[in-house]
């Protein structure tokens, strides 16, 4: 079996920053990332929800999901909802386009923008928000457990690459990312700029070099024995693992973190999929929390023992992508919505 790089050829440069990967290291597992073009220059990684005290239908949506089918509208996009810290349902479209340009035509033209800013948005008896961020391509990297599991981003992509060398090991995902070979990602320093608030609107402002993880999990292919492990062994410590760094995360860099349940399109019905959309200060603190917390080093052993378990034939899919995101390439704007939500904590 051949083994490629994470990075595409088309973003390899001379390296100034060192690799963590292990000297002669074999990956114990394969992995896969999604490979785009170079014409993808810059993404749009769009999350439109809504919020109230009691659970809401995709009809909430609409808004959004109805001008998402007009001209430049997204390439892919899902819903999914969670309910959060203090017991409000969060309805979300997450919408994903290859082109900024086309994204800005859409929210033009499709009166998107218009109906945002009127003030009626901040009479309505729930509340909405946009959470937006605008990489460029070697900004953000993608792995993906089974090359056919195309979830998120990857919508976008030409396809996927070959078995990558870069993962497995701790230090993997910044290894994968281009941008990382001539810069050190780090976060800003200092507190975080405030808020702008006019009326029942909040804007967060940008922080540099904020990172964003969706990580994925698809057990829908499962066998009954798999799905019982996966359900009894492997979503409760990962649902302890989200809860603290929605309740606790601020401690060690964590600015939101939501455990989504992704939705059928048309019907609303919940699906046999989950992942948690979350925001670290940098990429620093997102390894951090992944190399040496208690709450996630449960979630990496128990998924060490299921793999064991079923001796590596798994049908789980798994999927993560992680973007680190420049301050002028992030809007974030609340309205209505507790001081609780998203990047309003804190």
């Known amino acids: 079996m051949s083994i490629e790089s994470a990075i595409p050829e088309h973003l390899v440069c001379p390296r100034l920053e060192p690799v963590s990967t292990p000297r002669d290291y074999q990956a114990p597992f394969p992995a896969w990332?999604?490979?785009?073009?170079?014409?993808?220059?810059?993404?749009?990684?769009?999350?439109?929800?809504?919020?109230?005290?009691?659970?809401?239908?995709?009809?909430?949506?609409?808004?959004?999901?109805?001008?998402?089918?007009?001209?430049?509208?997204?390439?892919?996009?899902?819903?999914?909802?969670?309910?959060?810290a203090t017991g409000a349902h969060n309805l979300v479209a997450i919408a994903y386009w290859a082109d900024v340009a086309a994204f800005e035509r859409w929210r033009s033209n499709s009166g998107f923008d218009q109906w945002w800013q009127a003030p009626e948005r901040e009479t309505e008896a729930?509340?909405?928000?946009?959470?937006?961020?605008?990489?460029?391509?070697?900004?953000?990297?993608?792995?993906?457990?089974?090359?056919?599991?195309?979830?998120?981003?990857?919508?976008?992509?030409?396809?996927?690459?070959?078995?990558?060398?870069?993962h497995g090991y701790w230090g993997s995902a910044r290894d994968r990312l281009p941008r990382a070979q001539v810069d050190k990602l780090l976060g800003e320093c200092g507190e975080v700029p405030?808020?702008?608030?006019?009326?029942?609107?909040?804007?967060?402002?940008?922080?540099?070099?904020?990172?964003?993880?969706?990580?994925?999990?698809?057990?829908?292919?499962?066998?009954?024995?798999?799905?019982?492990l996966y359900v009894s062994d492997i979503q409760p410590v990962l649902r302890a693992g989200m809860d603290f760094l929605r309740d606790e995360g601020r401690s060690i860099g964590c600015r939101s973190c939501r455990l989504m349940q992704v939705l059928d399109a048309c019907s609303g019905a919940p699906l046999e999929k989950s992942f948690g959309l979350v925001h670290f200060e940098d990429l620093a603190r997102l390894e951090t929390w992944a190399r040496s917390h208690p709450t996630h080093l449960a979630i990496f052993g128990r998924f060490m023992r299921y793999t064991q378990?079923?001796?590596?034939?798994?049908?789980?899919?798994?999927?993560?992508?992680?973007?680190?995101?420049?301050?002028?390439?992030?809007?974030?704007?609340?309205?209505?919505?507790?001081?609780?939500?998203?990047?309003?904590?804190?």
């Open 33 to 84: 990332t999604a490979r785009f073009t170079p014409l993808v220059k810059q993404v749009v990684m769009a999350c439109f929800g809504v919020q109230a005290p009691t659970i809401l239908g995709l009809e909430s949506l609409a808004p959004y999901t109805k001008r998402f089918a007009l001209a430049d509208g997204p390439l892919y996009w899902d819903p999914a909802q969670c309910q959060d």
């Open 126 to 166: 729930i509340g909405r928000f946009v959470e937006i961020v605008t990489p460029g391509q070697e900004w953000f990297e993608t792995l993906f457990s089974s090359p056919d599991g195309v979830e998120g981003i990857a919508h976008l992509a030409s396809g996927m690459s070959g078995v990558v060398r870069e």
């Open 194 to 228: 405030s808020a702008v608030e006019a009326g029942a609107r909040v804007r967060v402002p940008g922080r540099e070099n904020l990172c964003l993880i969706r990580s994925g999990q698809d057990w829908s292919a499962t066998s009954q024995q798999e799905r019982e």
């Open 309 to 346: 378990a079923l001796d590596f034939q798994i049908a789980l899919r798994l999927y993560h992508e992680v973007a680190v995101i420049p301050a002028s390439a992030q809007w974030f704007e609340y309205i209505n919505c507790h001081g609780q939500t998203g990047l309003l904590r804190g």
